[in-house]
């Protein structure tokens, strides 16, 4: 019998635990928790923020004014983890985020708080860039999925106490106290990281690429130009019901600049779909244009349409990131095909669509959106986690900071415009209970026709 060979002895994957990524685990984790936390606390006291500065508007808007920033800061921060490494975005990004938190707390008309929403947008924008492309850095490639994973985990404590949490100061102190009180949470996140931080980067990892998208100046023009676009279309889409020559024309000169923009940025081929990486890239996209399109507007339609108080209201966004991590978790077991997993989450992601449409109809319980939230959130946490895991693995190491940045321009991208886009419904159809369910209604509509176009394109993902 012949001995057998060291190379056929079961390799066992390192643990995100363990002792030499423990600290990077740790505050990657932490960092994530804030970011998550801020997410789910905004999304619950965004009506009370809409009342106390008459800007009932701007409700969607100033959502998308968060996506916008983060879309350029995705780029910038991009750029600058493949040439520079990522310390220095990922601590500029988390500076910029609590500043933006304390710019929110003392806003005195809308106005400022849009701006605002911008500021912590670029932080957090940056900030999650630059973590993507720790984790490249820091950690081999058989253990991404798990901490991808852990990433997911990391939203469970946020979405189970942020909205109660949120709900409760938000009604005891006002929603003021909800901004104010992240940002003493940010410092122990920054000390778990200083090791991490202070990782030389290698000369492969800095070594500038040679394609089109290795160019500072250009691809920061088209950042500009991208967020500028969208944001300009959004303007156009609010604006077209008032004035249809001034909204048509802001439609299309915002439309032309997004275009500009996102060819540059994105890999080649993936505004028509091609296979393999621009596909997986474009996925990230829907999937969050589909999810968050209704997930910002759930809060505000049982609140205002079945009379929750703030902090039920915020129930479901709760159990859809329960549901997200419990998800991310049965991707990082890889029991299917990556296109197989991304099908499967599309598929959960219109079925909750589908189902919180019942939660504002009359005669119907609005709890039933917190089930529905859960089918949806495993959808996510299936779908998005394997997109970020393949688009890692389909990327060369000079482009893993720009592949990290499209992947958040189509993610940030999808949500500022579908918030964007529903918010302009609702100014559109009315803000009454009785028209609120029409608006929610068609908002679940459109949300799910992106879903199952997801499902549609999923097999692309696989290269030839």
């Not at 106005?111 to 820091?138: E, K, N």
């Not at 004035?243 to 940025?265: D, E, H, N, S, T």
């Not at 703030?310 to 709760?318: C, F, I, N, S």
């Not at 886009?421 to 799910?448: K, S, T």
Request: proline content about 5%; overall charge positive; some cysteine.
């Amino acid at each position: 019998m012949t001995a057998p060979n060291a190379l056929d002895a079961p390799h066992e994957i390192p643990r995100i635990f363990s002792h030499p990524y423990r600290v990077a685990t740790v505050g990657i984790l932490l960092v994530v928790t804030l970011i998550a936390f801020e997410g789910m606390s905004v999304g619950v006291v965004m009506p009370q923020v809409a009342a106390d500065l008459d800007a009932q508007e701007i409700y969607g808007v100033s959502f998308s004014a968060f996506l916008i920033a983060s879309l350029f800061a995705n780029v910038v921060a991009g750029l600058w983890s493949d040439r520079r490494g990522y310390a220095l975005p990922f601590v500029a990004g988390v500076v910029l985020f609590v500043f933006g938190m304390g710019m929110a707390g003392a806003a005195v008309n809308e106005m400022l708080f849009l701006v605002s929403r911008a500021v912590q947008g670029l932080g957090a924008g940056a900030s999650i860039v630059a973590l993507y492309v720790m984790i490249a850095r820091v950690y081999p490639a058989v253990m991404r999925p798990r901490v991808f994973a852990a990433l997911s985990a990391a939203w469970v404590v946020p979405a189970m106490v942020g909205p109660a949490v949120a709900g409760f100061v938000g009604d005891t102190w006002g929603w003021r106290w909800v901004f104010y009180g992240i940002i003493p949470l940010v410092l122990p996140a920054l000390v778990m990281l200083v090791p991490a931080l202070k990782r030389r980067p290698s000369d492969e990892e800095t070594s500038p690429g040679e394609g089109p998208r290795s160019r500072p100046v250009a691809m920061t023009v088209a950042a500009s130009a991208s967020a500028l676009g969208a944001g300009v279309l959004l303007y156009g889409v609010d604006t077209v019901h008032k004035a249809a020559l001034i909204g048509g024309l802001a439609c299309a000169g915002g439309l032309a600049l997004l275009l500009y923009g996102l060819v540059r940025l994105l890999p080649k081929g993936a505004l028509r779909f091609g296979r393999g990486l621009p596909t997986t890239v474009m996925m990230r996209g829907l999937f969050s244009a589909a999810f968050f399109g209704v997930n910002g507007f759930i809060p505000l339609a049982l609140h205002d349409v079945k009379g929750f108080e703030t902090g039920a209201a915020g129930l479901a966004l709760t159990t859809g990131a329960l549901g997200w991590s419990a998800g991310s978790y049965l991707q990082s077991r890889r029991t299917a095909e990556p296109h197989r997993r991304i099908r499967f989450g599309a598929a959960c992601v219109t079925v909750g669509i589908a189902l919180s449409v019942l939660a504002v109809l009359p005669g119907v319980t609005g709890w039933i959106a917190v089930p529905a939230w859960v089918v949806a959130g495993f959808g996510m946490g299936l779908g998005l986690t394997t997109v970020n895991v393949t688009a890692l693995k389909q990327s060369p190491v000079s482009e893993q900071g720009a592949n990290s940045a499209a992947l958040s321009v189509t993610d940030m991208l999808g949500s500022a415009l579908t918030l964007g886009i529903g918010g302009a419904l609702v100014n559109l159809i009315g803000h009454g209970p009785a028209e609120l369910v029409w608006g929610f209604a068609v908002i679940c509509g459109l949300m799910a026709a992106i879903a199952v176009a997801a499902l549609l394109l999923s097999s692309r993902v696989a290269a030839r």
